[in-house]
């Protein structure tokens, strides 16, 4: 018996260990390439008021930052837990997504206001510069104005509670009471 | 009634396998002998009934059985029948139970032409076959079953199958993929035997080599004819991606050519042994391992199965049971002692390691690179992609290096050869190909010199092999050509070998010289390309089958003649209302011209691409040679001594085509 | 205009390939053809082979030119927008990476996270340079072209002992 006899059985080995691991991953995740980095620079209208806003008009505390549009239907799933969250004092920003201004305040009248201000980024390319690939994403900004968490898809409690703790603890530890709490999570 | 029936059968064929895995190995381990002689009746029947529960999904699939959750989610009522049919392999469940079939169908094989074999080495084989088809009718059965029913809740049609699949490139792209990736379960299961008795020898490797060279034939030609679907299907005109399913399907071919070239040495001249083995053992494995990417999940690509890690964990477990069993009995049996033949330095031997040595890394780095990207998510170190470019980048050269050897290899001598005699042989070949390179690829095109290196290395194989058919036609006294005197071994060699130069020629021509415009063009427009002036003459619409398709019809001419008329469409599946681009070609020996049709840009004006693909034919036209060839070698007489010794005796030519 | 071309494509790229996987993605259905106009035809060949190179962060396995995404599209306007300004490749594709990550570039670059996927075929072939060199020469070492006296009397032993 030889020694390296044993070197295909051993590599196999080493495969079938990653191969294994590859099986809990998912290959499609993405993580944000932006983490970390400050929010970047931008000048564009606010969607209600129509003024010219910056990155100097976001808040000096953890916020959200929602990646949304009205021709984007999980977005419409995902807006009724944003509506909580924001009734629970959590600050969001909108980042309306390639859209139509006047759809998206028909949308916000409709559906009810969560955002404490909305970008209006007709041309995507605040988007662009954040690293969004698609609607609905939710970005978490630190109070230093750093990105620090990306959330693709629809955001509900259950993803809330699992992922977004560490920036708003009182809303996760329930210090602070959800109207309807979970109700938009399966 | 019918899918309960079909699901029975492949119950029975599941019980029927588990006979073939136990009965005749426990036999060959006894010296039982009628255990060992029902391998061949148990063989028959798992084909008989898996065939049978395949024929009635197929029923289920032409009669619109939509209460059948497989039909319901890949068929559709207006779906013409013809794509009713290759609709049953068009998804994960049915194209699992075709790779059972087709399984069933080499055991059957190897069971009718095999009885000239040892008892015990036929018993063997059989039963590690029978072994390899339990595991995949448990899957099929535990986790994918194709005879599941939407009770009550059956839909009124089906939801259709993707338009992309409704081509008749796809009607036999899978089964002559499949015959190739299970093919290579014969010389694996020939391999797993031969070490179980320990008898590696010569003979192991006569035996094993002509299922070897046809299923490595038949993968050759899967591979072609999914890429040439993938050339006139997808609308871009490109015919390799390196995408990870493709990668899958490439790593048992570049394993199994290592495999082919292998056993040639350990048939001839006994030398090699263990390394054949363990080469036998990877192709294969490299084939499961296709399927567990493919199926499970773990890697992202546009060829993808539903992706799910239940039947990912299914395969992986099967694959670490076979896999490390295989590589554990290896480790354990594998000859020791070292060949006693001896051969020199400069010997054919060695320049069949040159290939093998190429093939294997080959195999080993696009494995890596397939990998990779998996490999650093799993150690946390980022999100990578690995694609085209770096693929391009290592395998353009491993080949590169491969075929100086390729033209010295089937002239050179076993044991011991002299390099003076190779001068003596190659050096005219070599002057005129360094003269001719250039100046042909300067004839041809604007002179490149990527395409020139391409002329040059392709010529040198063509022109060595070439030259080698003309010594042995010419080797007899009279002055006749001895057509007769050349073997099939050598014809089918011969062919491989000019296949594999059109194909790196056509690959390199292709990529250097193609010719590529988007444009906005309306009636009456016209471009020019190539050398070609394409006229958009008129837009229509015209109802399909199951589909509405837009059409522009573009009259090309060269000079003054005109050469064709080509109907580029864009369809509109009325099932699944998805868009698909139908690209019209003209195909050429030396050229084609490609339209593909985009979107309607307004004004009357459509999106439309032009591409001038020059020699893009040589890729396929070469492929085809490779795997006709290796079909060819099977048809070797030595092969057929075998058949010749059984007790039956079996009409010539008969032989290996019922394998095919 | 905008918004209507992305809900369809949408729905062609990211919901039906989860529920629709066949043999391909619905995503993959039809090609993508635009008629840019470049300001040369030097821009519009970096054009071709930049937006082959980049991997589209949003659908399956497919690079930016093929991709329908709409994400896609908006990177290939980008890819255009930055060529016509001058950047160099490094620069677009460093631009595209602050964004999207290593994860957009199909061609990876080399660095210590790299280097063995890129030097896997060259230490691969050196591997086995060195162990068919260490095969041959230990070939030459150990098996002269007649046999040593030890090796000759095995043999006979074993012609004896295999004789009828």
């Known amino acids: 018996m030889q020694v390296r006899r044993f070197i295909p059985l051993l590599g196999f080995g080493l495969l079938s260990v990653l191969l294994f691991r590859g099986l809990s991953l998912d290959p499609t995740a993405l993580p944000a390439a932006r983490l970390g980095q400050p929010f970047p620079e931008f000048a564009k209208p606010e969607l209600q008021s129509g003024e010219a806003i910056g990155v100097a008009d976001l808040s000096q505390r953890p916020a959200l930052v929602n990646v949304w549009a009205t021709w984007c239907y999980s977005c419409r799933v995902e807006h009724p837990y944003l509506l909580e969250l924001a009734s629970a004092g959590v600050p969001i920003y909108g980042l309306n997504y390639k859209d139509d201004a006047v759809k998206a305040r028909a949308w916000l009248t409709q559906l009810g206001d969560p955002y404490a201000l909305n970008i209006v980024d007709v041309e995507g390319s605040l988007g662009l510069d954040l690293g969004v690939y698609g609607a609905p994403e939710t970005y978490v900004i630190d109070r230093d104005g750093k990105i620090v968490h990306r959330h693709v898809g629809i955001l509900d409690s259950r993803v809330f509670h699992a992922d977004f703790g560490a920036w708003f603890s009182s809303v996760v530890e329930g210090t602070v009471p959800l109207a309807q709490r979970g109700s938009v999570a399966k | 009634m019918i899918p309960e029936l079909g699901h029975i059968s492949l119950i029975i064929a599941f019980g029927l396998a588990i006979g073939l895995t136990a009965i005749p190995f426990w036999g060959s381990l006894r010296g039982h002998v009628a255990a060992m002689n029902l391998a061949p009746s148990l063989a028959v029947g798992v084909l008989v009934f898996t065939a049978i529960a395949f024929a009635l999904l197929a029923a289920s699939f032409l009669q619109d059985d939509f209460s059948v959750a497989v039909v319901a989610a890949n068929s559709n009522s207006l779906l013409p029948p013809l794509f009713k049919f290759s609709a049953l392999w068009g998804n994960h469940e049915g194209s699992l139970l075709l790779w059972v079939l087709i399984l069933a169908g080499w055991m059957t094989a190897v069971a009718c032409l095999s009885r000239g074999l040892p008892l015990a080495m036929i018993a063997r084989v059989l039963s590690v076959m029978g072994l390899i088809a339990v595991g995949f009718l448990a899957f099929s059965l535990l986790t994918s079953n194709p005879f599941e029913r939407l009770l009550p809740n059956t839909p009124l049609d089906g939801s259709d199958l993707n338009p992309l699949l409704q081509d008749p490139g796809l009607i ?283 002329v040059l290395l392709a010529g040198w194989v063509a022109v060595g092999v070439l030259r080698d058919l003309w010594h042995r036609l010419t080797a007899g006294r009279s002055g006749a050509l001895q057509w007769r005197r050349l073997s099939p071994s050598f014809v089918g060699m011969t062919l491989a070998h000019l296949g594999f130069a059109a194909v790196v020629l056509g690959a390199v021509v292709v990529t250097q010289h193609s010719e590529e415009r988007d444009l906005r063009m309306a009636e009456g427009d016209s471009a020019e390309l190539g050398g070609f002036r394409f006229e958009l003459t008129r837009i229509g619409q015209q109802p399909g089958a199951n589909y509405i398709a837009d059409q522009a019809f573009f009259v090309v001419t060269e000079g003054d003649n005109a050469i064709a008329t080509l109907v580029p469409e864009k369809r509109r599946y009325l099932a699944s209302g998805q868009v698909m681009t139908e690209a019209a070609i003209d195909a050429g020996l030396l050229r084609d011209l490609y339209i593909a049709l985009g979107e309607p840009v307004g004004e009357g004006a459509w999106a439309v691409r032009l591409q001038y693909k020059p020699m893009v034919r040589w890729l396929w036209v070469g492929s085809f040679l490779i795997g006709f060839g290796a079909l060819v070698t099977a048809l070797d007489r030595r092969y057929r001594v075998q058949l010749a010794s059984r007790q039956e005796p079996e009409p010539a030519g008969q032989g290996f085509e019922f394998a095919g | 205009m905008t918004e209507r071309r992305a809900v369809s494509v949408r729905k062609g790229c990211g919901r039906l390939s989860l529920t629709f996987c066949g043999w391909m993605l619905a995503a993959a259905a039809h090609a993508v053809i635009e008629t840019y106009e470049f300001s040369s035809p030097a821009l519009e060949v970096r054009y071709h082979a930049l937006s082959q190179e980049l991997r589209c962060p949003k659908c399956q396995n497919q690079n930016i030119a093929d991709s329908n995404a709409p994400i896609a599209r908006d990177l290939r306007v980008v890819l255009v927008e930055q060529l016509e300004a001058g950047q160099s490749d490094e620069q677009i594709l460093a631009f595209m990476v602050a964004r999207y990550g290593e994860f957009v570039r199909y061609r990876p670059t080399v660095d210590r996270n790299t280097a063995l996927l890129w030097w896997a075929p060259v230490i691969l072939i050196g591997a086995g340079v060195f162990a068919l060199g260490f095969h041959f020469m230990g070939r030459v070492r150990a098996s002269p072209s007649t046999l040593t006296a030890t090796e000759a009397a095995q043999l006979k032993k074993l012609i004896e002992e295999n004789a009828p």
């Open chain 2, 172 to 454: 036999i792209h899978p089964p002559l993929l499949y015959m190739g990736y299970v093919g290579l379960s014969v010389p694996f299961a020939f391999a797993i035997a031969a070490l179980v008795g320990g008898r590696l020898d010569a003979s192991w490797a006569r035996w094993s080599r002509p299922w070897t060279n046809v299923a490595w034939g038949f993968l050759t030609l899967g591979i072609m004819l999914g890429s040439w679907w993938a050339y006139y299907e997808l609308g871009w005109g490109g015919w390799w991606f390196w995408d990870p399913v493709e990668n899958a399907s490439f790593m048992p071919w570049l394993m199994g050519t290592a495999l082919v070239h292998s056993l040639a040495v350990t048939e001839k001249r006994g030398v090699f042994r263990s390394w054949t083995v363990l080469l036998a053992i990877f192709a294969f494995s490299l084939s499961l391992l296709g399927t567990f990417l493919v199926r499970s999940g773990v890697l992202t690509s546009v060829h993808a199965f539903a992706a799910d890690p239940e039947r990912g964990l299914f395969i992986l477990v099967f694959l670490a049971l076979v896999v490390g069993g295989s590589l554990l009995l290896y480790a354990l049996r594998a000859p020791t002692v070292a060949s006693r033949v001896g051969y020199a330095v400069i010997s054919r031997e060695s320049l069949l390691m040159v290939n093998n040595l190429v093939f294997t890394v080959a195999a080993t780095t696009v494995l890596l690179g397939t990998l990779f990207p998996l490999v650093m998510d799993a150690l946390s170190l980022g999100k990578y992609s690995v694609g085209p470019p770096y693929f391009n980048a290592v395998f353009v050269p491993l080949m590169a290096l491969l075929m100086p050897f390729m033209t010295v290899g089937p002239i050179s001598r076993w044991r011991q050869d002299a390099p003076r005699r190779w001068l003596q042989e190659l050096l005219g070949p070599a002057i005129a190909v360094v003269v001719l390179a250039p100046i042909l690829s300067a004839l041809m095109f604007d002179f490149n010199v990527w395409v020139a290196l391409a």
